[in-house]
């Protein structure tokens, strides 16, 4: 595996599938005694409707259950500590793509909280879709180099998206239900000085349907899945206020009903757009 070295920077570059390098950071810090402080994944997006993209996103698979086999790394139950740039990183990067005229071709946007690999350290996805014509476009990666240019402060400018206890009790966006590319909770986002954790999509807190009948238990992995994602969203942004975004439209009555009375129990609040602005 070759790696490159700019600063602070460590850049390695791999033939194998990134979601099952597990580990990374742990390995990086055994062979050369480094501290790594957070990890940054480069990779391509596939998307089914083929559409050109530039996504970033937190990772991890909460919501598979104890012996599932997780269909692209990472292990059940798990969420990775999300990167803290994961917000100003958004704006920064529809910023870029736009002075590159890369919009509207171009859709730059969030992803939910999915995949592998392990990781201990905060951790993002930076990915250009959605097909090969796509990968192969040397202005999209010039976007996303500028991106971890700016991004970094590896220009001698100051670096985007730091989070540090100068932050303190400011808010944190954790993202419940809706789309694979959390468009409601991307609205928020998108908002100057806001703070992203993990995003769960609908798939990722799935439930049981009780069917009409009331006061039972329900079922699936729905709160293991929610109670995940706030712990290694708080984890990430010590010092931050995390709320919980749900995308009202995406649940039926007695889904939202159930989340927020869990979100009650875990001492969760909820936070509405204008919270985090």
């Known amino acids: 595996m070759k790696s490159f070295v700019n600063e602070g920077l ?17 390995r990086w810090e055994k062979v050369t005694g480094e501290v790594v402080d957070e990890v940054i994944f480069l990779s391509k997006h596939t998307a089914a409707s083929n ?21 692209q790394g990472g292990k059940p139950g798990w969420a990775a500590l999300p990167n803290p740039r994961i917000g100003p990183w958004i704006r920064l990067l529809k910023n870029i793509a736009q002075a590159h005229n890369l919009v509207p ?6 992803e939910a909280t999915h995949h592998g690999p392990l990781t201990n350290k905060p951790t993002m996805f930076l990915e250009i879709g959605s097909t090969e014509d796509y990968w192969k476009r040397q202005d999209a990666a010039q976007v996303m180099a500028q991106l971890v240019w ?35 909770h991307m609205d928020v986002i998108l908002k100057d000085d806001v703070w992203a954790g993990h995003l769960l999509s609908g798939y990722s807190v799935p439930m049981e349907d009780p069917k009409g009948e009331t006061n039972v238990e329900i079922g699936g992995t729905w709160k293991q899945s929610i109670k995940a994602a706030y712990e290694a969203t708080k984890s990430a942004f010590p010092g931050g206020e995390i709320l919980a975004h749900l995308d009202q439209k995406s649940f039926k009555g007695w889904q939202k009903n159930a989340i927020t009375g869990f979100l009650a129990e875990q001492n969760i609040k909820i936070g509405k757009p204008n919270n985090f602005y």
């Open 105 to 110: 071709e171009f859709e730059i946007t969030l």
């Open 10 to 26: 460590r850049v390695l570059l791999h033939g194998n599938s990134i979601v099952v390098e597990d580990y990374l950071d742990e």
């Open 150 to 184: 700016e991004g970094l402060g590896l220009g001698g400018g100051t670096d985007v998206g730091n989070w540090s206890r100068a932050n303190d009790k400011k808010k944190v966006l954790l993202g419940i239900g809706g789309g694979h590319y959390v468009p409601r």
């Open 51 to 71: 559409k050109p993209a530039l996504t970033v996103h937190p990772i991890g698979v909460p919501h598979l259950r104890e012996g599932d086999v997780p269909p």
